[in-house]
């Protein structure tokens, strides 16, 4: 069912009874072609463009959930292309291409919304960090802005500008950058899949891998055996316990990142903002919340819940980023468990195991990621080969010593 | 050789205008107490300590299984060196300038040290005599308890101006005065 | 955990305290050890979902390395031991 | 007249009479007022409108809940958005402003919305707007960010002040209602350190709208009198107008008291509001129970409440809600309000109920209709009437208020908040709290007791195994007499069919029973799916009274049980909390400590000025009259050091006294160079590597004596360098005899350098500092002229002859004024960190800047501090793998403009000279620029790939992102004195 203005019309006038279910509930089949495990963000949009793109449709997507109850509906919904790595830079910059096309492609408005980003410095020493990076988004083509101070000002007005500890002193401004609405996401993907014939199967829990002479066969689960010709990990958090399924020894560590959306407000914030002086970043939703968040709780965890000196911590710097804050409140606070990587980047890649690909590592930074994540590793899996963006992206990596290291704080997950 | 140089107390730029007079909420800022940094070396911790607790004019601070100050408001510098360098198995420096202490005394001290230290301040819990290392006013510091009331406060010389002011801040609600003792 | 760590020299402190280094269990190789171990050693991780060992440090407190042994979904803490002493026992097994 | 405020009655003070606004118009209402009850005694039904479709609304609730009447309290710099109308404290003065209308709140002009309603269905915006996609972002989202919020935010700085404080006690007690109150003070004459916290005003709870009596008193009256003993007992901490809104991990509980929100002028000396950590043994959940509303079309007209808030406005604020009352109940709730309404001379217009029968007594003169379900209600503004329809009949009956009472739904947020799930009871038609362990049980209505007498008792049981778990249990169980209770039994209903208008499940986000359909017929069918698509439970009242409501309705569409439902997942906020409380003093120039220089008097002395580094301010340079640029003073004070000498300030190094018999063994491991050989009395630069070969920090080390070390760090990584000094020794080789602890506070520490350095030093300095007696390197303690001892190390950032000298901390000052005294006649000038800055890039040193953690030793030059021969140092081994040795790394080199007056600038990239900007041209970048006034132009440091055999190059400089493009010469990375003859003076 084709979703138009028109069909809102149409249905509309019949009592909104006749809208049909974005998609199937099926059971699984006994053998599928490709095999992914994770209904997230990822794992759709890998099913979808598996389909789409690469013509394979024998696909079932496990999820142990419901579809997008992962990191793909905690986040706090940016999409940008700055990055300064010649590994990463390419890679977000194709993924952000396939947003702004995004919605008309698979017929779901998720609310793609390219409200500009501002990443604040403030210091001389960040500015120049910020002027790297910004040229190395510009020599790759990707738009860039280094604002000063009164340019900041002009943009966004109610920032701290005169009593900061930290004082603006500019801005690397992404005009491109913006926000989505994620649980769209997962549900246009999804849908988009399905209608592709793919199946998307909820509730179903991956307990093992089965394997035979070095190849996997199929994956055990809540629901029986499933056999499948390629196994694909796309399972985020979790990556750690199903990849054990296979012996794979990962460079992952699972680590909680809270997120917070306050009470729905009038429209204050117009951008996607972040604190160059600590973590917090911010951004208003089309419903009026302030989605925001800042640091990772640090310690190791898989509880999707976080502790209460990470929240006080990403309110100072929300306060002293944004003053007029202090009298609005704060509605919800959650956490995800987010795959962090040893080098704060992901990894889409083969594994040793030769019909078992894997893509993790995305630590929190997987949402902007979801379309060129789910495109390159679909090219992956169809063709056996690594699509030309995702090629720094290696599970070898580290032992050849090729990191990406974004932030050059070395082989320390919580520190990414 | 007697030394010619005006010492400055950090928080002399923190204190201005007249004093006033003390409150039954009071917070004493000691101007040059002597304080050592006390090491104990591999299995010499429980000799040093006792050394330490035996000490006389020294008060010691615990930090860790093998590290204490050792406090004096009462002899100076050299005195407390002799002593300590008499502590086998102890190594020490100095840091009488790198630290500054604070004593805060009266009825709400609790309360308002409440909104600086996260320990629990029950007299039962932290008894009088006991002193730990722990985050005060955002700072590591080191926290005594000297008296029922009466708690003394040491930490870093460079942070001293911002916990001075948020004790300060804390102490409003409970009027709260300050000033020097020499 | 998560909210307040026993620490065995200071007693109980919250979080705030502490700098969490990362996982225990990994143990620096011998200077000879061949270049997978030391790849392992830095890089992988088991990040086994439940109990697991982990490098606290009371900067703000005793500045001792803690193993603090704990339940990474429940967030339930079984233990907490001077990671001096946690390395002695491990030698000795 | 409809609603009206009683003649007697209420927990009010009706001697004090405040004045307060809404929407500009001026009221009056009594001490004891909420800001709701005020309105509804001035017969102000009408105070919000919806989210969605703009519908006007009244209260439902009288509580925490309220998810209509939300309004913007005060103006300025102190307006409150979303204020709940039904919990803010009336005080003289109060000005409250309804929000999202315009232009008024009677007459909306996005009223428009609801006639749209068709079209604006669950989830209708992802479906549409997507033509053409340039439209979205210009168009339709504008339209969509318009309608969307609430209240404004004022973006104003917040002039009042707020705190932070920790508790810790024995037990919490969460709820200060009959449960809450009965178990505190079973604690409390046990003797346990006891906290009860309490959301509202005043103490009490449901009591204080009770009409039954307790141990022979009025309900509220025997409230009073446990909160008297209570309050006299030292034990017990009494926290009223206090939200307990978060359980986090250990028994640590967030909790939110609001000081000074209900004071008409806020007094400068307490916080408006004080974050509390309470750290409890064991805690008590005494929250209550929710009514639940019914589900009826028309069910959101104003007027129309829970049985529950219009007792509560009757009994506790002395406020009848209408003149004539319908009520329509499935349990013992709707019948004891009617019966309340009558005692006050309220006249009840009908009982509906939607049960066959019930044993509930009916009062005397009123009708009941059994089996009837409301299908409408009319009326625009207020509610003037419903339908009523039984056995296919349909009825008119008049009202200006409606009482509703859908059964109890126990308050279990906070139990629910780590992980564990709530629990359907088929008994109970309720999710009950889980277990959750033994330190914190629910009690009273929270745990699914529903009478009054049943809380009483449970509130004492469970103080009484919390004591017995805390190992204080004392005294017997009391449990309170109470007469005139009424059953407050219900059967379950979740939807009342027939509806002629929405039926709405969440009311302020307008989700209603049609929306919840349609979700499950587009295949959202989990409660979590059902709840994003439609939006139900994400309004600011977290669907405190909806989602109980929308699991019975899913499930009744699913045709399971609700325990199949089950319920979204619970987490904090219990209520919405500010951001200014949960940030407390953190703000503003307080975001963050302030670290301060012991020469920090000395520098502004001087007329510095700072920035900031860290948690540092650092003297940056010294303006002097007459200069108008930073270059300027910047420029004079470089060629000022090279010529003469200048004064720095260094103090903000990291410095660690390192002692033991271990200590050389140690740090040979620690740095990549070698240090078992540093001489007694010497100085040596040192560099540490991560374990994964990369460069971490530099420094220097100095050997005081045998066993005996000094080391300095970096000022940004002064921390880490600690802490990795302590795990390597406390983990990796704890058989080493090696301690450390930071001196950095301890010293003062200063910077002269230039060639007239030494004469300078020796005026102040008794020891012999001649190049023989003290050459470059020399680290010791010597005894100033002032009879000070400090510590003296020659060693030089800047390239020149230099001393750094270490002082305590106390005399930092008067030693550097000493200092610039004595070099005044040789032209000694104070510099700041922009001047080392420029000394160190025209000396080729590299800082952070250079080493950004993806660095290795070779990339910046210091391949030969790489100990190889070592058997270990931290990160030899990984330092070997390919990827950071391989040919075509990116490594220092120096870059000078062919042009001399052209600019570099730091975080240019790097091209070969004519290819063309791209991703695969790209050869590296500018990382530290600055101009060269002892050289007359620009110069730079650069990371480029292969960068040592290309040294005579040219590459171009592409700054695409400030617009400069500047052709560049690559040469050695020292530009000054590359023979170091200086610093051997």
């Given at each position: 069912m084709r979703y138009s203005a028109y069909s809102i019309f149409k249905e509309a006038l019949s009592g909104n009874r006749m809208w049909k279910p974005a998609w199937r509930e099926p059971q699984p089949k006994p053998h599928y072609d490709v095999i992914i495990v994770g209904g997230g963000g990822h794992g759709l949009a890998t099913a979808y463009y598996l389909a789409k793109e690469f013509g394979i449709t024998n696909v079932a997507v496990l999820e142990?959930?419901?579809?997008?109850?992962?990191n793909v509906g905690r986040n706090t919904t940016i999409i940008r292309s700055n990055y300064l790595l010649e590994g990463n830079n390419p890679f977000y910059e194709f993924s952000l291409k396939l947003w702004e096309g995004l919605e008309r492609d698979f017929n779901y408005n998720a609310m793609v919304s390219q409200r500009g980003m501002l990443n604040l410095f403030h210091s001389d020493g960040q500015r120049d960090a910020y002027a790297r990076r910004g040229n190395g988004m510009r020599i790759h083509g990707i738009d860039a802005e280094l604002l000063d101070r009164e340019q900041v000002r002009r943009k966004a007005p109610y920032l701290n500008f005169d009593h900061a500890r930290f004082p603006i002193m500019g801005a690397l401004y992404q005009k491109r950058a913006g926000t989505v609405r994620h649980d769209a996401v997962a549900w246009g993907y999804g849908r988009g899949a399905d209608a592709r014939g793919v199946d998307l199967i909820q509730h179903c829990e991956v307990t093992g891998i089965r394997r035979e002479n070095g190849l996997v066969t199929g994956v055990e689960t809540t629901k029986g055996f499933i056999g499948c010709n390629k196994l694909a990990l796309a399972a985020a958090g979790n990556t750690t316990t199903v990849g054990r399924m296979a012996d794979l020894e990962l460079p992952i560590e699972s680590h909680v990142l809270q997120a917070f959306v306050s009470e729905g407000l009038k429209p204050v914030v117009d951008h996607v903002i972040t604190y160059g002086a600590g973590h917090f970043y911010i951004s208003q939703s089309d419903k009026g919340g302030l989605v925001f968040g800042a640091e990772i709780d640090f310690y190791s965890s898989y509880a999707q819940r976080g502790n209460l000196a990470t929240v006080e911590h990403t309110m100072e710097e929300g306060v002293s980023l944004i003053p007029g804050l202090s009298r609005a409140k704060v509605l919800r606070s959650w956490g995800g468990v987010m795959d962090m990587s040893m080098d704060g980047s992901p990894i889409i890649d083969r594994t040793p195991i030769d019909n078992l690909y894997l893509n993790c590592g995305w630590c929190y930074g997987g949402f902007k990621a979801t379309p060129a994540s789910g495109f390159c590793f679909a090219h992956l899996i169809a063709k056996n080969e690594t699509h030309h963006v995702t090629r720094f992206m290696r599970l070898d990596r580290f032992e050849r010593g090729y990191t990406i290291d974004e932030a050059g704080r070395g082989p320390q997950p919580n520190l990414h | 050789m007697s030394i010619n140089l005006l010492h400055r107390h950090v928080l002399d730029d923190h204190i201005s205008g007249f004093e006033t007079d003390t409150n039954p909420n009071h917070l004493s800022i000691i101007r040059r107490p002597v304080i050592f940094s006390v090491l104990a070396h591999e299995s010499r911790e429980t000799a040093v300590a006792e050394a330490l607790w035996n000490a006389e004019d020294v008060a010691p601070r615990f930090c860790s299984p093998s590290e204490w100050l050792a406090v004096s408001r009462t002899v100076g510098a050299g005195m407390v060196a002799d002593m300590l360098s008499g502590i086998a198995g102890a190594s020490f420096v100095d840091q009488s300038d790198g630290r500054v202490l604070v004593e805060i005394s009266g009825p709400s001290v609790r309360a308002i040290l409440a909104k600086c230290v996260a320990i629990d301040l029950h007299p039962e819990v932290f008894e009088e005599g006991h002193s730990a290392a722990m985050l005060c006013c955002h700072a590591e510091a080191n926290v005594a308890r000297t008296g029922a009331d009466r708690f003394e406060i040491i930490v870093p010389r460079s942070l001293a101006g911002s916990v001075f002011e948020e004790l300060m801040e804390m102490g409003r609600e409970h009027a709260l005065t300050r000033g020097f003792v020499d | 955990m998560a909210s307040l760590i026993t620490c065995p020299h200071c007693g109980t402190r919250p979080k705030e305290e502490f700098s969490i280094r990362g996982a225990a269990a990994p143990k620096r190789p011998s200077p000879t050890a061949k270049d997978e171990a030391w790849h392992v050693y830095v890089y992988v991780r088991d990040n086994p979902k439940g109990r697991y060992q982990e490098y606290w440090h009371h900067v703000a407190g005793c500045r001792r390395f803690l193993v603090v042994e704990r339940d990474n979904l429940t967030h339930e803490v079984f233990g907490v031991t001077d990671a001096a002493e946690f390395e002695r026992a491990g030698a000795d097994e | 007249m409809t609603s009206y405020r009683l003649g007697s009655g209420g927990a009010i003070n009706r001697g004090q009479s405040l004045g307060f606004t809404f929407d500009g118009r001026s009221y009056k209402g009594f001490d004891g007022d909420t800001l709701a009850s005020a309105l509804l005694a001035n017969d102000q039904m009408l105070m919000a409108r919806s989210f969605k479709y703009h519908r006007p609304r009244g209260v439902v609730t009288a509580g925490s809940a309220e998810p209509n009447a939300l309004m913007t309290i005060g103006s300025g710099a102190r307006a409150e958005p979303n204020a709940r109308a039904t919990v803010v404290e009336l005080y003289n003065g109060l000005a409250a402003a309804s929000q999202n209308r315009w232009p008024s709140l009677k007459h909306d002009f996005g009223a428009v919305n609801d006639l749209f309603s068709p079209f604006f269905g669950a989830g209708f915006y992802y479906k549409t707007f997507m033509w053409p996609g340039v439209l979205w972002e210009k168009l339709y989202e504008p339209l969509i960010r318009r309608a969307a919020g609430l209240g404004k935010v004022t973006m104003l700085a917040d002039p009042d002040r707020y705190e932070k404080s920790w508790a810790h006690c024995d037990l919490l007690v969460i709820g200060a209602g009959p449960t809450g109150l009965m178990a505190a003070l079973a604690a409390g004459r046990a003797g346990a350190r006891v906290i009860l916290a309490d959301e509202g005003f005043r103490f009490g709870g449901s009591l204080l709208s009770e009409s039954a009596a307790v141990d022979g008193r009025p309900a509220a009256e025997f409230a009073a009198d446990i909160v008297a003993e209570l309050a006299s007992l030292p034990n017990i901490t009494l926290m009223p107008r206090t939200t307990v809104f978060g359980w986090y991990d250990d028994m640590v509980f967030g909790a939110v008291e609001r000081v000074q929100k209900h004071v008409a002028s806020p007094s400068p000396?307490?916080?408006?509001e004080r974050l509390w950590r309470i750290v409890a043994k064991q805690a008590i959940l005494a929250t209550g129970a929710e009514e639940r509303p019914l589900v009826f079309g028309g069910n959101d007209k104003p007027g129309v409440m829970t049985a529950g808030a219009a007792r509560t406005y009757l009994n506790r604020y002395g406020v009848a809600v209408g003149g004539k009352v319908a009520v329509f109940t499935n349990g013992g709730s709707g019948y004891r309000t009617a019966a309340d309404l009558l005692a006050q001379g309220v006249d009840v217009t009908a009982i509906i109920d939607a049960r066959p029968q019930s044993a509930d007594p009916v009062p005397e003169s009123v009708r009941v209709i059994r089996s009837g379900s409301v299908i409408a209600t009319r009326g625009r503004h207020r509610i003037e009437g419903l339908i009523v329809e039984r056995s296919g009949f349909e009825e008119v009956i008049g009202c200006d208020a409606m009482a509703m009472s859908g059964g109890w739904s126990p308050i279990v947020h906070l139990m629910c908040q780590r992980g564990a799930k709530p629990v359907w009871s088929d008994e109970k038609q309720a999710f009950l709290a889980p277990d959750v362990g033994g330190a914190f049980a629910a009690a009273g209505s929270a745990a699914g007791e529903l009478s009054l007498g049943a809380c009483l008792k449970d509130g004492s049981a469970k103080a009484h195994a919390a004591l017995d778990a805390l190992g204080r249990l004392v005294g017997t169980l009391e449990t309170p007499e109470v007469e005139g209770e009424y059953d407050p039994s219900f059967a379950p209903l979740w939807y009342v069919p027939g509806a002629r208008d929405k039926a709405f499940v969440d009311f302020q986000n307008d989700v209603h029973v049609g929306d919840l359909g349609l979700a499950q017929r587009e295949g959202f069918r989990h409660i979590e799916h059902t709840k994003r698509y439609t939006t139900a439970g994400m309004a600011t009242d977290q669907g405190k009274l909806g989602n109980v409501n929308t699991a019975g309705i899913v499930a009744g569409m699913r045709g399971v049980s609700p325990a199949e439902i089950g319920t979204t997942t619970f987490r904090p906020f219990y209520t919405p909390v500010s951001f200014g409380a949960l940030a407390g003093t953190a703000r503003a120039e307080h975001a963050a400590p302030v670290r301060t220089s012991p020469l920090h008097g000395w520098a502004r002395k001087n007329g510095a000025t700072f920035v900031e580094s860290g948690l540092w301010y650092r003297s940056a340079w010294f303006p002097r009259e007459g200069e108008k640029t930073w270059r300027e003073s910047v420029d004079r004070e470089v060629l000022n050091v090279r010529a003469h000498a200048g004064l720095c300030d260094v103090s903000t190094l990291g410095k660690i006294e390192i002692f033991g018999s271990g200590a050389a063994e140690f740090l040979d491991r620690i740095y990549s160079n070698s240090f078992l050989k540093l001489p007694v009395g010497r100085a040596r630069y040192g560099l540490m590597l991560r374990e994964d070969g990369i460069v971490f920090d530099d420094g220097t080390v100095s050997r005081l004596s045998e066993n005996r070390y000094v080391m300095t760090t970096t000022t940004a990584f002064a921390a880490e360098v600690l802490a990795h000094l302590e795990f390597s020794a406390q983990t990796f080789w704890p058989e080493l005899d090696v301690r450390f602890v930071s001196s950095t506070d301890q010293w003062a520490q200063m910077s002269l350098a230039g060639p007239k350095a030494r004469i300078i030093m020796s005026r102040v300095v008794q020891d012999d500092i001649s190049d023989a007696a003290f050459p470059f390197l020399a680290a010791r303690e010597v005894m100033l002229r002032d009879g000070l001892k400090a510590r003296l190390f020659r060693i030089s950032f800047s390239g020149e002859l230099a001393y750094e000298l270490a002082v305590p901390a106390g005399y930092g000052e008067a030693v550097a004024d000493a200092i610039m005294n004595a070099g005044r006649e040789d032209g000694i000038c104070a510099y700041g960190v922009e001047a080392l800055n420029v000394l160190r890039v025209e000396k080729g040193h590299v800082t952070l800047s250079e080493l950004d953690g993806r660095t290795t030793a070779d990339d910046v030059g210091l391949g030969r501090m790489m100990a190889m021969q070592k058997p270990d140092f931290i990160g030899k081994r990984l330092s070997t793998r390919f990827g950071l040795t391989a040919a075509d790394r990116l490594q220092l080199v120096g870059l000078k403009p062919i042009e001399a007056d052209k600019e570099i600038k730091a975080g240019a990239h790097l091209l070969k000279e004519g290819a063309k900007p791209s991703t695969a041209n790209d050869q590296g970048f500018v990382s530290s620029a600055c101009f060269s006034p002892t050289l007359g132009h620009f110069i730079a440091l650069g990371m480029l790939k292969s960068g040592r055999e290309r040294i005579g190059e040219r590459v171009m400089v592409w700054d695409g992102l400030r617009g400069s493009e500047v052709l560049a010469q690559v040469c050695p990375p020292v530009f000054v004195d590359p023979e170091n003859s200086k610093l051997h003076l």
């Open positions: 142990k959930g419901y579809l997008g109850s992962g | - | - | 000396d307490l916080p408006m």
